[in-house]
Nanobody, 123 residues
Framework: VQLQASGGGLVQTGGSLRLSCAAS????????MGWFRQAPGKEREFVAA????????YYADSVKGRFTISRDNAKNTVYLQMNSLKPEDTAVYYC?????????????????WGQGTLVTVSS
């Protein structure tokens, strides 16, 4: 599976962005998908994940209520709608895919990664 993330940019505090992650291959629907982010000088952290069927979603506490993850298996794409953005959301956002695992927030369970897209939130 090859992943291509897009949709990042510069936005003011309180604004919104929608990230997209397009996947190649016909097996996309078999994978759980996640979004992670890495801020300058910090380790990569979990943001959100969605099960292969789309029936289960998971969020980091820091984004719960503001971000929404979704997927369209017909389009081989997963989305991250980000609302009420804060300066602390500034980071490179990565999408990732995994075949199976125990914890959606564990980056080491993900097998495939996109190249990242930069989100900058100005204060």
């Amino acid at each position: 599976v090859q992943l291509q993330a897009s949709g990042g940019g510069l936005v003011q505090t309180g604004g919104s962005l929608r990230l997209s992650c397009a996947a190649s291959g016909r097996t996309f629907r078999r994978y759980d998908m996640g979004w992670f982010r890495q801020a300058p000088g910090k380790e990569r952290e979990f943001v959100a994940a969605i099960s292969w069927s789309g029936t289960s979603t998971y969020y980091a506490d820091s984004v719960k209520g503001r971000f929404t993850i979704s997927r369209d298996n017909a389009k081989n794409t997963v989305y991250l709608q980000m609302n009420s953005l804060k300066p602390e959301d500034t980071a490179v956002y990565y999408c990732a895919a995994r075949g199976w695992g125990e914890r959606f927030d564990n980056q080491y369970e993900y097998d495939y990664w996109g190249q990242g897209t930069l989100v900058t939130v100005s204060s």
